[in-house]
Every structure is written in C-alpha cells, then in structure tokens.
C-alpha cells in the first residue's frame, strides 16, 4: 500500500464518544486525503491537506475535522461519532505533480453503535 | 477496509475473454479521468489515467477510453485472468482542484 499505514484498522465505539484515525506515509508526499466509503456512494473525500498545518474541506465534512502537524502523519477527528458516520475510512496521498494519481491505505472499518 | 456496495453494476467474464468496464461522467470541466481497481479487503490501486485531451491510452493488457461528446470513460482489459476480479471505480478531477470525485464502481467476476 505505497508506505502507508492507518491506525487503528477496525473500532467499534459509541455515539457521542470522540474518535480519532491516524493515517502515516512514508513517502514524503505534499497531499493527504480522508475518504469515506458507503455502499452506494463510491468514495467520497472528507477532508485533505496540501502541507503541513494546510487543509481544506472535502464534499462530506460536517462532523469531521483534521489536523496535519508533520508530513508524514495525517488525522481524521470525528468529535462526538454518530451513526451516520460507519463506514471504511482510506487514506490517501498525492505527490503534488500528479495529485490526480492517490495511493490509498488500507482503511478502517469503524462502527458507531 | 473492504471493498463494498450491494448493489453494485457486475460484470462476469470467462478467463482469457477480454473485459470492458464503463463509466458515465457528468463534469465535462474534469482534467484528468482516472480508473482505480479495489480488491476486497484493500484500499483502491491506481490503474491508468488519461487527460481530457486524450481519446485513448494504453498500459500493460488494460486501455482507457474516453469520448467526451457523450461524457463516457471505459476501461478494456485484455485476457482477463482470475487476478483482475475486484471493484472498478472511475474518477475525475476538476480542472485546477486537487481533489477525486468517484464513481460507484462495477464489480468484475473472472469465471476460471
């Protein structure tokens, strides 16, 4: 999976609880990318990051945020975890030439109960 | 992670048949046209891309084609093999965005 790892790989927690996913490349590339994957709706992009400390909203952000402090580690926080939000988290990252062409991880499954 | 989506489009192809996978876009502003292969349990891998100014490009055994008077993409694998069975997603990128926007994917079965 191009040097990448996301932690944990699979949570069962509970509404209202806070949850954060871990996503670290190996890579040194410039963008992140947290997608969420839904039967019926493809891969959906959360949130992204073009460096360190810069990010910006994807078409599903609400109820989420991120935090990128150094390159290679990039977080997805969902602060109060509601049902709507199980689903398979992937990360993803982009060298800045060709950021149309993303390795993704592996994913976590996450439920909400 | 797992590949997902019940009620995804399928397609069943005998081993060593050719496969052609399609995809409808609808942002005639994209730049890039991307095809993604999803095998269970894994996250999305990178097959081939093509530019908007393209019509086809070739890689190893897989082509892409795309015709944009009627917004349509389609990936051909040659002698398919039991290998490439997985979800096949389609993706674009808007001119000047940095980001993907997905298709909801077919699920190709390779019969041996």
Known sequence: ?113 | GESVGLHLPTLSVQEGDNSIINCAYSNSASDYFIWYKQESGKGPQFIIDIRSNMDKRQGQRVTVLLNKTVKHLSLQIAATQPGDSAVYFCAETPTGANNLFFGTGTRLTVIP
């Open chain 1, 1 to 113: 999976d191009a040097g990448i790892t996301q932690s944990p790989r699979h949570k069962v927690t509970e509404t209202g609880t806070p949850v954060t996913l871990r996503c670290h490349q190996t890579e040194n590339h410039r963008y992140m990318y947290w997608y969420r994957q839904d039967p019926g709706h493809g891969l959906r992009l959360i949130h992204y990051s073009y460096g360190v400390k810069d990010t910006d909203k994807g078409e599903v952000s609400d109820g989420y945020s991120v935090s990128r402090s150094k390159t290679e580690d990039f977080l997805l926080t969902l602060e109060s975890a509601t049902s709507s939000q199980t689903s398979v988290y992937f990360c993803a990252i982009s060298a800045a030439t060709y950021s149309y062409e993303q390795y993704f991880g592996p994913g976590t499954r996450l439920t909400v109960t």
